[in-house]
């Protein structure tokens, strides 16, 4: 009689936090790679974050919980956030009972603090990615509790546990580690490819200083290729008109990985999910920190970024069109510079964090096997 065959248990697996592409992309990369193995794989977030249009659209159950920022707000909006931090946590409990997840993992963004601390509390397995140099209050706490912290930079790793604290890298999306095999500069061509973005909202300053700039930019040999967020698209795609610059200007980009292989020379802020699809594409850059940042995480981890040579960093303070079209010209008129940065910008590159991450979470739970098929390219391979 043949051996009777083990009854496969389903993996499943929430990822909590979003708000903004920078926390939400990183969830997404990880849960593709939850989904090679055969997981299930739920999504927590907040009705006003930028995942109540992204997550279903790359095929994930999201479920909303009640959540405002603490921080940085009006009075009021800081009072209604604490006032309505109860039920966040309630839901909290009715989603992770009804889902019963393996594994919790918190990205960052308004939903990840409850849900993830909710989960503590009721055993779950809990974990926290940390994408900046410069913890934000929510992940310091966390922190102190979860099984382990996968950070983007080792600069961070004074803020955590030691024992708990991995240097893992930032995960990226398949789609945008695929294209390394293209990324680089673009082949030979007689214009510079420039992509300009202001991550997954806009930049109003980024916009503007690309608008002032106009005409000075007409008189370089570039294509630019711009993600102006909704409110500057007709101002932005305007100014290009009349200067006679060859470009192309919409709202929101969802093929990044195309973006990023199009382009020579990237202008953009210094998220470190962008950092990390940066450095996958191995793409030279301009990078602009968003001023307001908490802890004036994008400075930091732009400045990193510059002193390992695969970008020249430009505050806001500094911005203004001399220092641009300066710095673009240098840029865009000289090749050599151009592989070298690429070069650099390519060293710092960790296309394996998402599956090196999933894999050490997998070590956390007691037979693995039983839960994830073997179809997948995990430890269970």
């Known amino acids: 009689m043949p051996a009777k065959k083990a009854t496969q248990k389903k ?10 592409g920078g926390h939400l992309y990183p969830g997404i990369a990880l849960a593709e790679s939850f989904k090679k193995i055969g997981a299930e794989v739920h999504f927590v977030g907040s009705k006003r974050g930028i995942e109540t249009r992204v997550v279903p659209r790359e095929g994930y159950d ?12 009006r009075v009021i909006g800081t009072i209604l ?3 309505i931090l109860p039920l966040a946590f309630f839901k909290s409990i009715w989603i992770l009972l009804r889902v019963r997840p393996q594994i919790v993992v918190g990205v960052g963004g308004y939903a990840s603090g409850p849900l993830v601390m909710t989960a503590t509390m009721l055993f779950f397995r809990t974990f926290i990615l940390e994408q900046n140099t410069r913890p934000g209050i929510t992940n310091r706490i966390l922190g102190k509790f979860v099984r382990r912290i996968y950070a983007s930079f080792k ?6 546990p030691v024992n708990r604290f991995i240097p893992a890298g930032n995960p990226v999306r398949e789609n945008i580690v695929e294209s390394i095999k293209n990324a680089g500069l673009s082949e030979a061509h007689t214009e510079c490819n420039v992509l300009v973005f202001g991550g997954s909202q806009g930049a109003h300053a980024i916009n503007k200083a690309l608008i002032d700039a106009a005409t000075k930019l007409s008189e ?11 409110l500057d698209q007709t101002e932005v795609k305007s100014a290009y008109g009349k200067a006679g610059i060859k470009s192309e200007v919409s709202e929101f980009i969802y093929e990044m990985h195309d973006a990023y292989n199009e382009a020579d020379v990237i202008i953009c802020r210094a ?15 301009i990078l602009i920190p968003y001023p307001y940042a908490a802890d004036n995480h994008q400075e930091l981890n732009a400045l990193s970024v510059e002193s390992a040579g695969g970008a020249v960093c430009i505050t806001e303070r500094d911005l203004t069109v001399q220092v641009l079209i300066e710095t673009l ?7 050599v510079l151009r592989e070298e940065m690429s070069r650099k910008m390519t060293a710092l590159a960790k296309p394996q964090a998402a599956s090196d991450i999933r894999d050490d979470m997998l070590k956390f739970l007691k037979n693995y096997s039983e839960y994830t098929t073997l179809s997948g390219d995990g430890v269970n391979k």
């Open 11 to 20: 993996l499943k697996v929430i990822i909590a936090g979003g708000g903004t």
């Open 62 to 73: 999201l479920h909303l919980i009640p959540v405002k920022g603490l921080k940085g707000g």
């Open 81 to 83: 956030g604490f006032l």
């Open 155 to 160: 600069e961070s790793a004074g803020f955590f």
């Open 220 to 230: 370089l040999n570039i294509k630019i290729r711009h993600q102006t967020g909704k």
């Open 271 to 285: 998220g470190a999910t962008t950092l990390a699809e940066l450095a996958i594409a191995g793409k030279p850059a």
């Open 329 to 335: 010209k240098k840029l865009t008129m000289d090749q």
